[in-house]
């Protein structure tokens, strides 16, 4: 049997916490940010947990994680 591939994409964006859930960083802190408030903006910069619903599909894409 071969090794089984890692998704580049995805371990770029994916890191496992110590309990093995996954950590993501939340999206539309890119750019047209004049529009968007302050309180917003600082909270698009804190990191969120990985839905449940979405965990097994990225186990599969991360078997090394």
């Known amino acids: 049997m071969p ?7 995805a371990a770029k964006r994916f890191k496992a916490t110590g309990t093995g859930k996954l950590k993501r960083n939340k999206a539309y802190k890119s ?3 004049t529009k968007k408030t302050t309180k917003r903006k600082r909270d698009l910069r804190k990191s969120a947990i990985t839905d449940a619903t979405n965990v097994k599909t990225m186990k599969k894409i991360l078997p090394y994680l």
Do not use: Q
Request: hydrophobic residues 40%.
């Open 3 to 9: 090794k089984m591939k890692t998704s580049r994409a």
């Open 31 to 33: 750019h047209i940010l």
